[in-house]
Nanobody
């Protein structure tokens, strides 16, 4: 089970840190990604972190602003979001895959077997 948290309301330029806590399995051995879905839009991959080396991928529009990381001791993956923009407003989901994914597949939601419940991020202008 994955539990996403940390969303909220923030002004443009602000920061939030999302957390994805795993229970019932060790997320340390699973690649984990963050997706988001804005109203009326398709779900899109935001960032991905592999194991054990922690290789990462990012959506182009968040590069340089978002950072994904994992704390293996806490079985948790984080998404630090800085310089937030109104277009970042969405429900953010974390997901775990059962195998490491290549650059061309990490953003495909069908590659992920386990999903958290989502946390709302709202960025006001």
């Amino acid at each position: 089970q994955l539990q996403a948290s940390g969303g909220g309301l923030v002004q443009a330029g602000g920061s939030l840190r999302l957390s994805c806590a795993a229970s019932g399995f060790s997320s340390n051995r699973w690649p984990v990604a963050w997706f988001r879905q804005a109203p009326g839009k398709e779900r899109e991959g935001v960032s991905y972190i592999s194991f054990p080396g922690g290789g990462t991928y990012y959506l182009r529009s968040v590069m340089g602003r978002f950072t994904i990381s994992r704390d293996n001791s806490k079985n948790t993956v984080f998404l630090q979001m800085n310089s937030l923009k109104p277009e970042d407003t969405a429900v953010y989901y974390c997901a775990a895959a059962q195998r490491r994914l290549l650059a061309g597949r990490w953003a495909l939601s069908t590659e992920y077997a386990y999903w958290g419940q989502g946390t709302q991020v709202t960025v006001s202008s």
